[in-house]
């Protein structure tokens, strides 16, 4: 073999010698999760607030803590919020949602229904994971609220500074 490479062509003569292990591309076969009455279950989070989820084939009804969607999330961009991951995937009205949430917000809550949904169809039918993976909504979005430093008036802000 060539202790130092000088030139292009000694370089094409060294890596045709040399034959490089072809990698293959590794699959994962995922199997459908459900329970024995053929739901799939997950659990979302965003900001303070925790999702559980659990979505079974039906006609698109979404319970959230024993309340119409409508009725729990009253203002339409939080309710266009948990449609989201059902647009992506391509299964509108076909899955009903049972969802108990806590904690947070409104904001926040439909934002942890939104990922526990995303996740519960994703083990549901592993065929959805690349759309909804491509959309983001199997990421848990990690922002929260940043804590009080003492000195500061919140997190950041400062008294109002006096020279004298």
């Given at each position: 073999m060539v202790d130092q490479v000088n030139s292009l062509e000694e370089l094409g003569q060294v890596a045709e010698g040399v034959e490089a292990p072809a990698a293959a591309p590794v699959e994962i076969?995922?199997?459908?999760?459900?329970?024995?009455?053929?739901?799939?279950?997950?659990?979302g989070k965003r900001k303070d607030a925790v999702a559980r989820v659990w979505i079974k084939p039906g006609s698109?009804?979404?319970?959230?803590?024993?309340?119409?969607?409508?009725?729990?999330?009253?203002?339409?961009?939080?309710?266009?919020?948990?449609?989201q991951p059902f647009q992506v995937a391509g299964v509108v009205d076909q899955f009903d949602v049972m969802a108990t949430v806590a904690g947070g917000g409104l904001s926040g809550q439909a934002g942890a229904v939104k990922h526990g949904v995303s996740k519960a169809l994703q083990l549901y039918d592993p065929t959805l994971r690349a759309a909804l993976k491509a959309a983001g909504f199997l990421t848990r979005d990690s922002r929260v609220v940043e804590r009080k430093k003492y000195g500061k008036a919140k997190a950041r802000k400062s008294f109002q500074f006096s020279k004298r």
């Open positions: 076969n995922r199997e459908p999760v459900r329970d024995a009455l053929g739901r799939a279950y997950a659990t698109g009804k979404v319970i959230v803590n024993g309340k119409e969607m409508s009725v729990y999330f009253a203002r339409p961009v939080l309710q266009m919020i948990l449609r």
